[in-house]
């Protein structure tokens, strides 16, 4: 079992930055690649972001490439989503997650990932 809890939401200004944390627990964190996605009511939860176990490797959503970076410390058992140039589309809950399988292909998609952390409210106002 993998516990991930997210941190960092809030209420901020269009063009304003925000940086999420992810803190993991229970497993070797290296042997997971994370991702992050975002979740709207009434709309399937989209990938944003995710990085290999390294941290060498990134793969990024076109609607926030060049505005959003991430991260992982491995050390301290954490990935953060740094977001730049917030736009009220950016608004929604961010959910931080674990890929356990073996490889190095990016999942984009839900049932890629093992483990969810709770979701984290990010509102983005214009």
């Known amino acids: 079992q993998v516990q991930l809890v997210e941190s960092g939401g809030g209420l901020v200004q269009a063009g304003a930055s925000l940086r999420l944390s992810c803190a993991a627990s229970g497993r070797t964190f290296t042997n997971y690649k994370m991702g992050w996605f975002r979740q709207v009511p009434g709309k399937e939860r989209e990938f944003v972001a995710a990085i290999n176990w390294s941290g060498g490797l990134t793969y990024y959503a076109d609607s926030v490439k060049g505005r959003f970076t991430m991260s992982r410390d491995n050390a301290e058992n954490t990935v953060n989503l740094q977001m730049n140039s917030l736009k009220p589309e950016d608004t929604a809950v961010y959910y931080c997650?674990?890929?356990?399988?073996?490889?190095?292909?990016?999942?984009?998609?839900?049932?890629?990932?093992?483990?969810w952390g709770q979701g984290t409210q990010v509102t983005v106002s214009s």
């Open positions: 997650a674990a890929d356990g399988s073996i490889g190095t292909r990016f999942y984009l998609v839900e049932v890629g990932y093992d483990y």
